[in-house]
């Protein structure tokens, strides 16, 4: 029975490989909406930014965001700071978009 079943699986494997070396150079595809929602994630640049309660350096400071920490953001931007939800925002210039972002 295994000298049946070692074709089929040489076979597979060899679709399989196949599959996977034809898709590594094709082009990224654009970013879905998932459930009609925008993705709107943001890397930070900083080694440390202030999140604020308003979108000025003349808010208080709420918290603090480490460098290459992900956060969720959204498109409302208001004197190069960008809001991040809840009444915090952060300096725009820290920030990077996530690369599947659908948001900018």
């Known amino acids: 029975m295994f000298l049946f ?3 089929l699986l040489l076979i597979g494997a060899a ?9 590594m150079g094709a082009a990224p595809q654009a970013p ?8 709107c994630d ?15 350096t003349q ?9 290459d920490a ?3 953001g959204t498109v409302e931007l208001d004197n190069g700071f960008r809001k991040l939800g809840n009444e915090r925002w952060v300096a725009d210039q820290f920030l990077s978009p ?3 972002n659908t948001c900018r």
């Open 15 to 23: 679709v399989a490989g196949f599959i996977v070396l034809s898709n």
């Open 70 to 72: 992900l956060t969720p």
């Open 42 to 56: 943001f890397k930070v640049t900083a080694d440390l930014l202030n999140v604020r309660t308003g979108p000025s």
């Open 98 to 100: 996530d690369k599947l």
């Open 32 to 39: 879905e909406l998932v459930g009609g929602v925008q993705r």
């Open 59 to 67: 808010y208080p400071v709420a918290a603090k965001l480490r460098r």
């Open 5 to 7: 079943l070692r074709p």
